[in-house]
Structures are given as structure tokens and as C-alpha cells.
């Protein structure tokens, strides 16, 4: 095999000047990958994230990388940061309820402890860096959580008349809409409703301090936020499982690596 003919040798040899000359079409997206042990394995974790995602991020002209949530203490996330010009906070677990000062209610999940902490460090050197951040389901409720909203823990025991928010069947389609105010997500999608998957139990209950809901199901509860400074956004349902098929929800990917663009010329 000829390695130069593959582009081998001049890539090894030129990556600083690669960076340097990453267009504004091609941002550099983080992906945040949590680690998890696989089936049959009790040894070793594996970082791993949805292709969804990647190949979303990819065919809106952004330049995705899985962003590792490491759990070691000094973790170098912010070389990782300073690095990317945008962030996706991916789907999971529920977020521990003490870190937005609640005990454990009955329908509470799974949590996530050390992957909250990851994020959590994550998103402070984000938001002091100034770099986008997409939230996507517990994403969205993460990002809340760490700059000072709170979560409905289990939404059929919480919200009284509400919908079924964990569809059964085919999760990469619709099943309830979501009526979006004006904002970053309604430009994108360049409609005020949108008919989303819903995978999820738990929900934005008081968005965080500099904050607005954009976006609610027709039960009230909270399907959107984003933040005031227009760098941050969070879905309540998931596109990457949408946008392969559903060209409005690509808009939202398109959207995303827009902005992150903009930014990283801004920053320059
Ligand atoms: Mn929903």
C-alpha cells in the first residue's frame, strides 16, 4: 500500500498548520462519548457514542470528534475545549438529584454520577471558553443542572395528565410535537412546531438562571431551552435519530455547525 498516495505522510507532517487552516464550514464539533462496560465483558470500558450523532454533525459540513468523558482526576478537558468550536451533550442516564439539591424520588432511574461530574467539568470550561453547546435529552438536562435549574424526576409521577414522553416502537420517529418560541431553534428549523421522537422520563423543571424555554409539548412539559447569551440549546427529544431521514430535523445539525463556525471566526 502506498501511504503517501493515501495523504499519510503529509498529514503526519503537517497537523498544526492543519488546524490553522480548518475553514469556517469545517468546525471542529466534540462529541461527549460516555464509557460503559459492553455485554460479556466485565473487564474493560469502552468509550462509545451513537453514529447518529457523528454522521449528523458530518453531513452539516462540521468536522465531528468523539469527545471522551474521562473520569480520571485532571482530566484535560481543557485542552480538549480550547480545541473545538462546539459541543454536542449526548443522550444517557438520569442526572444524580443532589446536584440540584433534591433527595431521590420514587421513579427516579439510573444515574450517572461520574459521567455527571465529566460533563459537568465539561460544560464550566465551555461556558468560560465561550464554545456552543447542543444538549440533546439528558444533554439538555445535564447543561440545565450545571448552571442552576432543576430536573422533573420521573414525569409520570410528577406531571399529572401528561403524555407518554418514552415511546414504545420505532424511536427514530415522531410522536408528539413540540410548539417552539422564537429563538435559535425556530429560525433553524424555520417553523414554530415540530413533530420530535420522545425517549425520555425525566425533564428541564426550572430552567437555569439565564435561560428561556423555547419549546414545550402540548402537556406543558419542557421540550427546549436555550441561553440568553445565544451559545447554548437544549432538545428534550432526539434528532441524531432523526435527521438521517427527517430533513427539518438536519436543519437543527446545520444550525449547529453554522453557528460554530461563526463563532470560531469570531474567535480568531
Ligand atoms: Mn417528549
Same mark, same amino acid.
Given at each position: 500500500? +502506498?501511504?503517501?498516495?493515501?495523504?499519510?505522510?503529509?498529514?503526519t507532517?503537517?497537523?498544526?498548520? #492543519?488546524?490553522?487552516?480548518?475553514?469556517?464550514?469545517?468546525?471542529?464539533?466534540?462529541i461527549?462519548?460516555?464509557?460503559? *462496560?459492553?455485554?460479556? #465483558?466485565?473487564?474493560?470500558?469502552?468509550? *462509545?457514542?451513537?453514529?447518529g450523532y457523528?454522521?449528523?454533525?458530518?453531513?452539516?459540513?462540521?468536522?465531528?470528534?468523539?469527545?471522551?468523558?474521562?473520569?480520571?482526576? +485532571?482530566?484535560? *478537558?481543557?485542552?480538549?475545549?480550547? =480545541?473545538? +468550536?462546539?459541543?454536542?451533550?449526548?443522550?444517557?442516564e438520569?442526572?444524580?438529584?443532589?446536584?440540584?439539591?433534591?433527595?431521590?424520588?420514587?421513579?427516579?432511574?439510573?444515574?450517572?454520577?461520574?459521567?455527571d461530574?465529566?460533563?459537568?467539568?465539561?460544560?464550566?470550561?465551555?461556558?468560560?471558553?465561550?464554545?456552543?453547546?447542543?444538549?440533546?435529552?439528558? $444533554?439538555?438536562?445535564?447543561?440545565?443542572?450545571a448552571? !442552576?435549574?432543576?430536573?422533573?424526576?420521573?414525569?409520570p409521577?410528577?406531571?399529572? !395528565?401528561?403524555?407518554?414522553?418514552?415511546? @414504545?416502537?420505532?424511536?427514530?420517529? $415522531?410522536t408528539?410535537?413540540?410548539?417552539? @418560541?422564537?429563538?435559535?431553534?425556530?429560525?433553524?428549523?424555520g417553523?414554530?412546531?415540530?413533530?420530535? #421522537?420522545?425517549?425520555?422520563?425525566?425533564?428541564?423543571?426550572d430552567?437555569a438562571?439565564?435561560?428561556?424555554?423555547?419549546?414545550r409539548?402540548?402537556?406543558?412539559?419542557?421540550? =427546549?431551552?436555550?441561553?440568553?447569551n445565544?451559545?447554548?440549546?437544549?432538545?428534550?427529544?432526539?434528532?441524531?435519530r432523526?435527521?438521517?431521514h427527517?430533513?427539518t430535523?438536519?436543519?437543527l =445539525?446545520?444550525?449547529?455547525?453554522?453557528?460554530?463556525?461563526?463563532?470560531?471566526? #469570531?474567535?480568531?
Amino acid at each position: 500500500m +502506498d501511504l503517501d498516495a493515501l495523504g499519510f505522510i503529509a498529514f503526519t507532517h503537517a497537523s498544526n498548520e #492543519n488546524r490553522q487552516g480548518v475553514g469556517p464550514l469545517a468546525p471542529l464539533i466534540g462529541i461527549a462519548s460516555p464509557k460503559k *462496560y459492553l455485554e460479556g #465483558n466485565t473487564v474493560d470500558q469502552f468509550f *462509545y457514542v451513537s453514529s447518529g450523532y457523528v454522521d449528523g454533525i458530518a453531513r452539516a459540513g462540521g468536522t465531528p470528534f468523539i469527545l471522551p468523558l474521562m473520569t480520571i482526576p +485532571d482530566a484535560p *478537558y481543557r485542552r480538549m475545549v480550547e =480545541a473545538l +468550536d462546539g459541543i454536542i451533550l449526548t443522550g444517557g442516564e438520569d442526572t444524580a438529584p443532589h446536584l440540584y439539591g433534591e433527595a431521590p424520588q420514587h421513579g427516579l432511574g439510573e444515574v450517572a454520577y461520574e459521567r455527571d461530574l465529566a460533563e459537568l467539568a465539561l460544560i464550566r470550561l465551555a461556558v468560560e471558553l465561550k464554545k456552543p453547546i447542543l444538549g440533546i435529552c439528558r $444533554g439538555m438536562q445535564i447543561l440545565n443542572v450545571a448552571l !442552576g435549574g432543576t430536573l422533573i424526576q420521573d414525569i409520570p409521577r410528577q406531571v399529572p !395528565g401528561s403524555y407518554q414522553h418514552a415511546q @414504545k416502537g420505532s424511536k427514530q420517529y $415522531g410522536t408528539h410535537t413540540v410548539q417552539l @418560541k422564537p429563538g435559535f431553534l425556530a429560525s433553524a428549523f424555520g417553523q414554530t412546531e415540530v413533530f420530535v #421522537n420522545s425517549s425520555h422520563h425525566q425533564a428541564v423543571k426550572d430552567p437555569a438562571p439565564g435561560f428561556t424555554v423555547t419549546g414545550r409539548a402540548g402537556d406543558g412539559v419542557i421540550e =427546549a431551552i436555550e441561553s440568553e447569551n445565544g451559545l447554548m440549546f437544549g432538545v428534550q427529544w432526539h434528532p441524531e435519530r432523526m435527521w438521517g431521514h427527517d430533513g427539518t430535523m438536519q436543519k437543527l =445539525a446545520a444550525a449547529f455547525v453554522d453557528l460554530a463556525a461563526r463563532k470560531q471566526l #469570531n474567535n480568531r
